[in-house]
């Protein structure tokens, strides 16, 4: 779109988007609205609605961005500014989200989305009493126009991260059950609650009836997954990357030696390990972000709702290459704070595009997390997350895709280092766990560190985490995440079946 377009025209391209969006397809949404963004600078509803598409993507921290341009439009919009709260709370940016939302509940205190959203907040942040007497007040006072089945469906599932410490689970667990049969309630909604019952009845020891609800969320989340076609894609990006071609493929001239990634299956330990590598005072954490997960799309860009898997190396041209080099350093640069030596990024997602790290950003290093599998499975399988994980919908999936990770792990170990490959280390969960200072002596001596004492000391951090992992990061190392899977051992046969050859239970688990 070379020539400035109408006002109305963008506005209609807007809400083209919005149709796209409603019908759950974010990408259309974005590729509709994305050639007149250059020219929607001051247009308010191409802003807000473009930013829901990239927040739908994932893509958090641009969302925020043109969440606030909006908000320099529109400051009063109680609505937008709570939109910007849930991407600024995404991003990690956990006391910035705080404060919007605080904000626009001046005008409509008994919002609901705005009021479940300060709550999750202040839990996240340890003010789990000050997040009780939030949702208590809103029981108490909410109008009637928004007690709807969905929003007391929202606090009722806020309520349940509080049990049973402030809330006791049995009239919880009987309300939640009906909110799951409702049908008035979208099915995304109704999937949240069963996951929070599974979650619930998992802290109670009823481990048969956790699963069993975990079950009835796959279900009402019906999240398409192709598993045949996954391993397909596997096999194409394998195949590429470890031809003879692949060796003399350009490398830019960015120097990488200050950034390490971590990545491996999600749910396998790379939150508490970015968690104690964030306590050594060189290091800059920047959680899970998408920077290498877009340069695999530029390169080989992936169908509709699936992470790249890039086996067309043929547009990693040297100037493609350098520009989205230059792109990532620059992204990674201005996300760090002065006078620390490395950065850490732990996007799990990541160990699909090793290869690819080696051209981009040389001298990188990668840190693989590796747990049970079996602990992992369960783990995957049983937590909610916010994005499409089809391959976590049941133990059968999870098999499959384990079983590609694995092989797409093996692969990438194969290729030289560092020319084709990063150095890279395996990290074992059950290790760190067992052995922190040893552990973390070895992982501060691969990234060219000197060891502190104080990365055994991440409980202490003030640091909050971003991912499904934030509870667990802020306890101490105890081994109860250790062997998990015995207590749902009966239910893991189709995971077994095409995993099993991964186990290892002579001690040195995966």
Avoid at 2 to 27: C, D, N, S, T, Y
Avoid at 304 to 309: A, S
Avoid at 441 to 466: C, I, K, M, N, W
Wanted: with cysteine; hydrophobic share 40%; proline share 7%.
């Amino acid at each position: 779109m070379a020539a400035k377009p109408p006002v109305q025209q963008i506005i209609a391209r807007a809400q083209q988007a919005e149709g796209f969006l409603r019908a759950g397809q974010p990408h259309k949404a974005v590729a509709t609205l994305q050639p007149a963004m250059q020219f929607a600078e001051k247009v308010f509803p191409a802003l807000v609605i473009y930013a829901r598409a990239i927040s739908m993507l994932s893509q958090h921290e641009r969302a925020a961005a043109v969440f606030q341009k909006a908000l320099k439009l529109k400051p009063s919009d109680a609505g937008v500014r709570t939109e910007f709260a849930i991407s600024l709370k995404r991003s990690g940016r956990f006391d910035q989200s705080l404060s919007h939302v605080q904000r626009a509940r001046e005008t409509a205190p008994w919002e609901p989305r705005a009021a479940m959203l300060e709550a999750e907040l202040l839990m996240d942040l340890g003010e789990e009493e000050k997040a009780a007497e939030l949702l208590d007040g809103f029981d108490r006072n909410a109008p009637e126009s928004v007690r709807t089945p969905h929003h007391l469906s929202h606090l009722c599932t806020t309520r349940m991260r509080l049990a049973p410490k402030h809330y006791e689970p049995g009239p919880l667990l009987e309300e939640a059950r009906g909110y799951v049969d409702d049908e008035r309630i979208h099915s995304k909604q109704r999937a949240l609650v069963a996951s929070r019952i599974s979650s619930l009845l998992d802290k109670q020891g009823e481990y048969d009836a956790a699963i069993e609800a975990n079950t009835r969320c796959k279900q009402l989340r019906a999240v398409p997954w192709d598993a045949d076609q996954h391993s397909r894609r596997v096999d194409a990006c394998v195949k590429a990357w470890t031809s003879e071609a692949a060796a003399n493929l350009p490398k830019s001239t960015v120097d990488g030696s200050g950034m390490i990634f971590v990545l491996g299956m999600p749910r396998s330990g790379s939150s508490l390990l970015e968690q104690m590598l964030s306590r050594h005072p060189d290091v800059h954490p920047l959680g899970e972000r998408n920077d290498i997960t877009f340069a695999a799309g530029a390169v080989d860009r992936p169908p509709p709702r699936l992470l790249p898997l890039v086996s067309d190396l043929s547009r990693l041209t040297p100037e493609l290459c350098q520009q989205i080099a230059d792109h990532v350093q620059r992204t990674v640069r201005e996300a760090t704070p002065a006078g620390k030596r490395m950065t850490v990024d732990k996007q799990p997602f990541n160990y699909a595009h090793v290869p690819l790290l080696a051209r981009i950003l040389p001298g990188c290093k990668v840190l693989h997390t590796l747990r049970d599998p079996r602990d992992v499975a369960v783990s995957y399988h049983t937590l909610w997350f916010n994005g499409d994980h089809g391959q976590a919908n049941s133990f059968e999936t999870l098999g499959k895709y384990y079983r590609d990770y694995r092989r797409t792990m093996d692969a990438w170990a194969g290729l030289p280092a560092p020319d084709q490959r990063p150095e890279m280390m395996d990290v074992r969960y059950e290790r760190v766990v067992a052995e922190p200072e040893e552990v973390m002596r070895e992982v501060l001596a691969f990234v060219g560190l000197e060891y502190d004492p104080a990365v055994l000391d991440h409980t202490q951090s003030d640091r909050v985490v971003a991912t499904a992992s934030r509870d667990q990061v802020k306890s101490g190392l105890y081994s109860s995440s250790v062997a998990r899977w015995k207590q749902y051992e009966k239910h893991l046969g189709p995971f077994i079946e095409h995993a099993g050859e991964f186990i290892d239970d002579s001690g040195d688990a995966g």
